[in-house]
């Protein structure tokens, strides 16, 4: 009869496994992180629509779809500024 092995344990003290605290990311990198392009886009009505979008490309793209819709259309750089990080 062979006997029952079981998987190895795994070696959790190894420098090379990452442990919460190092994957954790600073919040000084969530800060740099937050930032974005805000469309405005004025309506027939004489409204404004207002959209964040975190990539350049994103926001030109809409920025190009409203204006082929007739409309009014401006593309801002956005600085979020963060109130708190909630994990």
Known sequence: MSEKRSAPACN???PNHPTADD?????AA???AAR???VIVTSAEGRY???LF???HSAEKAVQRAKARGLYAAM???VIVPTGVAE
């Open 12 to 14: 959790e003290g190894a």
């Open 23 to 27: 994957s954790t990311p600073s919040e």
């Open 30 to 32: 969530l800060l740099a």
């Open 36 to 38: 974005g392009y805000c």
């Open 49 to 51: 629509r207002r959209r």
């Open 54 to 56: 975190l990539s350049l």
């Open 76 to 78: 801002v750089l956005a």
